[in-house]
């Protein structure tokens, strides 16, 4: 089969957190998997900043192969991308679609109509509202122009979660919906560095309000009282305007030793990281999936998750929390769960993500969906969950 992969950025970026890492996971799982699998997308690599990497013709990575085309203004707007659009489309068996509100999306929704190609369309959380959500007018004329473009008898939307799923279906009611979630990298070995005593909490994500990382430093004014020690190490980098409110608010914190900003971290120190800590918490207000809480459980890491997350599952499979994201509700999570078995607790998380979320059980899903897609009807318009 031959499927195009359309996104506004693709690895090796960083500048987009796990939505990168899980489309680079799924595109290697499907070409591992036989099928002929080719990325177009930009250089992109962040606001205003550019991959060093070649523009022009197919590169070709771990069986994939990408076309990155050059990136002009701040995001993903590319006269090449406009340009070469047409004959990638052509190529493709079934398209998949990542993200809504981004240059890529109209042209690759009006040629799938022009051609009637297949089309399996992930927001990657987009189409999900919190209350501090921006621009909804303007996101919601772009999802009016998106939704006059859709072959209802040939488009797919992929959510990875049962939350997403209802919210992307409600902004466009009749168009089927596939639930799948993403897969994880689980690594052979773990490696754990011991504790000197105190309780080692680590953020790891992208620094933005949605996240909730402030009900974290609150939920840590909180445990000052405590006698047991702790230490929150906050992972990861944003818009240089927050991260100074991040900042200020630590500073309020009587232990503010106790708080450490790390900056972004990947490779062989985010390793460290994951070896170095006891729990792991993403209070996020809303998340589609939250690739950091699979990879900490994979990486046998107890998990702390906000109720905006779709990790009910934690309390399932007894290896985490889930719970409300307010200060008072998460600091009684960081009490609690320093009572409870973390090592064990850690192996389950990891054993669950073998079961469910490797990226071999996941690409074999979404391989059913695009061979399905291919002959999707009109009638069938109803949420469907796809099991491995």
């Not at 040939?154 to 990875?160: G, Q």
Request: net charge neutral.
């Amino acid at each position: 089969m031959k499927i195009l992969h359309v996104s506004p950025s693709f690895y090796p970026t960083r500048a987009y957190g796990g939505t990168i890492r899980s489309s680079y996971g799924l595109c290697r799982g499907l070409a591992e998997l036989g099928c002929d699998v080719r990325v177009l997308t930009t250089d992109s690599d962040g606001i205003g900043r550019n991959l060093d990497v070649p523009n022009g013709r197919d590169v070709p990575m771990g069986g994939l192969q990408v076309r990155y085309c050059h990136k002009l203004l701040r995001n993903s707007a590319s006269l090449d991308l406009l340009r070469v659009i047409r004959e990638y489309i052509e190529w493709a068996d079934v398209v998949h679609l990542i993200a809504v509100y981004s240059f890529p999306t109209i042209p690759t929704l009006s040629y799938c109509r022009r051609y009637g190609k297949p089309l399996v369309w992930s927001p990657r959380g987009s189409l999900q509202r919190w209350e501090g959500s921006m621009r909804r007018a303007a996101k919601f004329l772009w999802e009016k122009a998106c939704g006059s473009l859709i072959l209802k008898d040939k488009f797919v939307l992929h959510a990875t979660s049962e939350d997403e799923a209802a919210q992307s279906s409600a902004r466009f009611p009749g168009l089927r919906t596939i639930i799948v979630p993403n897969g994880v990298d689980v690594p052979r070995h773990i490696r754990r560095k011991e504790s000197a005593g105190e309780l080692r909490i680590t953020y790891l994500g992208r620094l933005h309000p949605i996240k909730g990382i402030e009900n974290l430093i609150d939920a840590c004014k909180l445990l000052e009282g405590d006698s047991e020690p702790w230490h929150l190490k906050i992972a990861g980098a944003g818009e240089p305007d927050y991260a100074k409110i991040l900042s200020a608010k630590v500073a309020s914190v009587q232990h503010r030793g106790s708080i450490e900003f790390l900056g972004e971290v990947e490779g062989d120190i985010k390793e460290d990281l994951f070896a170095s800590s006891d729990v792991l918490v993403a209070p996020s207000y809303v998340e589609n999936f939250g690739m950091v809480i699979a990879e900490a459980l994979a990486h046998e890491v107890p998990v702390i998750a906000g109720k905006g997350t779709p990790w009910q599952g934690l309390h399932w499979n007894r290896c985490g929390l889930w719970v409300e994201n307010a200060p008072e509700s998460l600091a009684a999570a960081v009490r609690q769960i320093r009572e409870m078995p973390l090592q064990e607790m850690g192996r389950r998380g990891r054993s669950w993500m073998e079961r469910e979320f490797s990226w071999q059980a996941v690409s074999h899903q979404m391989l059913a969906v695009f061979q399905e897609c291919v002959g999707v009807g009109e009638d069938s318009q109803e949420v469907v969950p796809v099991n491995g």
